[in-house]
């Protein structure tokens, strides 16, 4: 791992881009990305195969709809989706959200759609 | 891994208890916790073998004091200390963190001291 040795400021780094439904890598550690990502409107169902999956609200809100339930997550709010669990995230308006999960995770997991990501950017 | 279908309130969680230096586990994914601890005063230098650490402010400022540098982190930023890497946290007032740091880690590391934390408690 390449050493970085600098703060990451989640306001700056949420300034730097503006699309929906594209996470960047904003830090690395121990084989899992943090990320942050604007989300707006409704994503995909999905689930994925062997990551767990953590959501947390920095700004706005967002609902995790699971199959049988939904999950409302306000400002300073996580949720972890455990692997194997279909989910969608849905934001009505703009909501700013960290994740944190394994390298390898696609961002759509087993569902292949235009939203799926295939080059996630550092920032 | 027990399926924890509830989101976490990080207000609420840090609301639950009083004492310093010692985390509390909110959170478990891929063999990962989250946790969460209310810091004042000065830690112990101490590094990890084999863990990269994440620091993320909450509420409040801290100092992550390396040997060479000192990395002064305000609310909505985080660190990230690499394995190996000495560092002593410090927080001229309380501050409330929360971390990434995979499930094995002891919060001294390499250092023991009067502040080692043997048993984690999930909150």
Redesign the interface.
């Known amino acids: 791992?390449e050493?970085?040795?600098?703060?990451?400021?989640?306001?700056e780094k949420f300034s730097l881009f503006d699309s929906h439904w594209e996470p960047k890598i904003v830090?690395?550690?121990?084989e899992?990305y943090?990320k942050i990502a604007k989300l707006k409107g409704e994503f995909v169902w999905h689930h994925h195969e062997s990551?767990?999956?953590?959501f947390m609200v920095?700004k706005g809100s967002l609902i995790i709809k699971?199959r049988d339930?939904e999950?409302?997550?306000n400002e300073?709010?996580?949720?972890?989706i455990?692997r194997g669990?279909e989910h969608m995230p849905v934001a009505e308006n703009e909501v700013h959200v960290l994740m944190?999960?394994?390298k390898g995770t696609v961002n759509t997991g087993n569902t292949e759609s235009e939203k799926t990501l295939n080059d996630l950017k550092k920032i």
Do not use: A, C, S
Not at 51 to 54: F, P, Q, T
Not at 76 to 80: H, K, L, P
């Open positions: 791992m050493l970085q040795l600098t703060k990451v400021n989640l306001t830090g690395e550690l121990n899992q943090v990551e767990d999956e953590l920095v699971l339930v999950i409302k997550l300073g709010e996580f949720f972890i455990p669990i944190f999960e394994p």
